[in-house]
C-alpha cells in the first residue's frame, strides 16, 4: 500500500530505468531489507552484493537473475508498489490512459491494472522516458493520482501509446484478449481450448499470477486428447510443475487408456521413452505394454489412420516386412532401439505371446535368442530367475485397474508353472486392501484362459521377492501406498501361501495397483 506522501518511493529509482543523467554524484540512502545500504544512485548496480541480495528476497526475485539483469530489481519495485495499491482500489471503467498496440489491434488499458505485468511496466516507463523531457515529473503525478486520500484533484496523466512484437504462434487474438481482460479480473472463465493461448499470452506478459493459474487448470484438465500439447507448452516454457504431471499421469495411463485410442499416436518419443522407463509405470502385464509400443510404432507409420486398428492388423503390417530382416534392425527401427530395450522382454513367459513375438519379425534374432535361453534356465532350474537381481528395475510387473464399480476385484497370473491370484478389496467407502496368493493349478475356475500352454510346477515351495504399491489422484495430487520389498516363501496352504497385504485408506478412484515380483535363486 502506498504512503501517503509520494516522496516515499525515490527518485533513483527511476533515474535508474530511464538513465538520467546526476548534476553532482551524491550518496542516498536506499533500504534494503533489514539493514540500510549507501550507493550512488546513477549506478545501475553498485557491486553491493549484501543490498542486492537483502533486495531481492524482499521481492522475491532469484538472485541469480538480478546479477545478470539488475535492472529488473527496479522493474519489480515499480510493479510492487502499483499491484499493492491495486488490491484496495476499485477497477477503472473511465477513458484508457494507455494503449496497447498488439495483434494488429489496439487494446485500451488503465493503470495501475498493467502494472500487473512486467512486460508492459517496462514497455510503459521505456515509452515515458522517451516522451517527455521530465519523466520524473510524470511519474511523480501518477503516484500521486494512486495515492489515496491527499490528492483534491488528480493532474492529468499523459496518455501513453505501448508496442508489444508476438511471435509465438500460440498467441491468438481470442487468447491475448482473455489475458487482459485477467488484469482486471482474478477469476475469468477459462475454455480448455483457449488455455494453452492464454499460458503462452501470460508467459510474453510475464504475468506470473494468470501464467500459475493456466498451470494449475492444464494439469487438472490432463486427458488422452491434450496430454500432448500440455507437455510440449510444458517444455517449451520451461515449467517443469507441468512436466512432470504430464509424464506422471502418463505412467499411470498409458496402457488402459492412451494405449486404445486414436491419440497415442500424438505422444512423443522422448516422453515415451522417460514414462516406459518409470518404475511406476502401470501395465496389466509386460505382454500389455509390448502391444501399446507396437500400436504407437504402426500409428507412426500410417499417419492416415484415423481409428485405433484392431491387433491383428498390427500384426499383419510388420508380417508384411521380408523375413531375411527384423524390424528394429532396420533403417527405419533403428531410432526405436531405445524405446524397446526398455521393456521387460523377460516378463513375457506366456507360450501363446512368445510364439506372436517370434512370429512378427520384430524384434533382432539375438534378443530372441536371449529370451528363450533365459526361459529355459528357468524352468530348467524350478522356476529361479538367476538373470534378474534388481526388482525396481528388473521385476515382472501385473497390475489391477480397481475402479467404482468393484467391491472385490481379481485376476488369475501364471509364471512358470507358479500360479497366483492378484487380488483388491474395498473395505468400506475409503478402506482398501492389495494383496496376493499362491494357488493349485487344479482349483483354476477357468484353467484354458491361465495355464494353456503353460507348465504346471508342483514344487511344494517358492521363494519370491515383491513389492505392491497403489496409486491414486486425488485433488489433481497423486497418492502412492507401497508395501516394503519382501521376500516371502509361498507354499500352498495358509499363512504361507498369502502375501503381506497393502493397506490403504484413499477417496481416490479408480485405484492403480501394481504387484511385481521376481523369483530368486533358491
Known amino acids: 500500500m502506498f504512503q501517503t506522501k509520494p516522496e516515499a518511493v525515490s527518485p533513483g529509482l527511476f533515474q535508474r530505468i530511464f538513465r538520467l543523467p546526476q548534476q553532482k554524484p551524491r550518496l542516498e540512502r536506499r533500504i534494503a531489507g533489514s539493514t540500510n545500504r549507501w550507493r550512488f544512485p546513477k549506478e545501475s548496480f553498485s557491486g553491493d552484493l549484501l543490498a542486492l541480495s537483502q533486495l531481492c528476497k524482499s521481492l522475491s526475485i532469484d538472485f541469480d537473475e538480478a546479477l545478470r539483469s539488475p535492472d529488473r530489481v527496479y522493474v519489480t519495485q515499480i510493479q510492487k508498489l502499483f499491484t499493492e495499491n491495486l488490491k484496495n482500489k476499485a477497477i477503472q471503467s473511465g477513458e484508457a490512459d494507455v494503449i496497447l498496440e498488439c495483434l494488429g489491434y489496439k487494446w485500451e488499458l488503465h493503470q495501475p491494472q498493467l502494472f500487473q505485468s512486467k512486460t508492459l511496466t517496462r514497455l510503459y516507463l521505456v515509452a515515458l522516458s522517451r516522451s517527455t523531457t521530465d519523466p520524473l515529473r510524470e511519474l511523480d503525478k501518477l503516484l500521486r493520482a494512486q495515492t489515496p486520500g491527499k490528492s483534491k484533484e488528480p493532474s492529468p496523466i499523459k496518455k501513453m501509446t505501448i508496442s508489444l512484437k508476438i511471435n509465438d504462434p500460440l498467441v491468438t487474438r481470442v487468447a491475448f484478449a482473455s489475458a487482459l481482460k485477467n488484469l482486471y479480473m482474478s477469476e475469468v472463465e477459462m475454455n480448455m481450448d483457449d488455455v494453452l493461448g492464454v499460458l503462452a499470452s501470460a508467459h510474453i506478459l510475464q504475468f506470473t499470477a494468470l501464467f500459475q493459474r493456466c498451470v494449475a487448470i492444464m494439469m487438472n484438465g490432463l486427458t488422452p486428447s491434450t496430454i500432448k500439447n500440455f507437455y510440449v507448452a510444458g ?288
Open 235 to 522: 517444455c517449451k516454457y520451461k515449467e517443469e510443475q507441468l512436466t512432470k504431471a504430464c509424464e506422471k499421469w502418463l505412467e499411470m495411463n498409458l496402457v488402459p487408456l492412451v494405449g486404445k485410442q486414436i491419440h497415442l499416436r500424438n505422444i512423443p518419443q522422448e516422453l515415451l521413452h522417460k514414462v516406459i522407463k518409470s518404475p511406476s509405470l502401470f501395465t496389466f502385464s509386460e505382454f500389455h505394454l509390448l502391444k501399446t509400443m507396437l500400436f504407437w510404432v504402426y500409428l507412426q507409420l500410417n499417419h492416415k489412420i484415423q481409428t485405433i486398428p484392431i491387433y491383428e492388423t498390427v500384426l499383419a503390417f510388420f508380417n508384411s516386412f521380408p523375413r531375411k530382416c527384423a524390424f528394429l534392425d532396420r533403417d527405419t527401427g533403428q531410432c526405436l532401439m531405445p524405446l524397446f530395450t526398455c521393456l521387460r522382454l523377460h516378463g513375457i513367459t506366456r507360450g501363446k505371446d512368445l510364439e506372436e513375438i517370434r512370429h512378427i519379425n520384430f524384434f533382432p534374432e539375438a534378443w530372441l535368442m536371449r529370451i528363450t535361453a533365459n526361459h529355459y534356465h528357468a524352468l530348467e532350474s524350478g522356476g529361479d530367475m538367476a538373470h534378474l537381481k534388481d526388482l525396481t528395475t528388473q521385476a515382472v510387473r501385473f497390475g489391477l485397474l480397481f475402479t467404482q464399480e468393484y467391491t472385490t476385484y481379481s485376476k488369475t497370473i501364471a509364471v512358470y508353472g507358479f500360479f497366483f491370484e492378484i487380488k483388491g478389496i474395498k473395505h468400506d467407502a475409503t478402506s482398501y486392501s492389495f494383496y496376493m496368493q499362491r494357488i493349485k493349478h487344479t482349483d483354476l475356475k477357468f484353467p484354458s484362459t491361465v495355464w494353456e500352454h503353460s507348465p504346471v510346477s508342483l514344487r511344494a515351495e517358492r521363494l519370491m521377492k515383491y513389492e505392491i504399491r497403489a496409486h491414486t489422484l486425488v485433488d489433481g495430487k497423486w497418492q502412492e501406498f507401497r508395501t516394503n520389498q519382501i521376500t516371502q516363501k509361498f507354499g500352498f496352504v495358509k499363512p504361507s501361501c498369502k502375501s503381506h497385504a497393502l493397506k490403504i485408506q484413499t477417496v481416490g478412484i479408480p485405484i492403480y495397483a501394481s504387484f511385481a515380483f521376481i523369483f530368486p535363486v533358491s
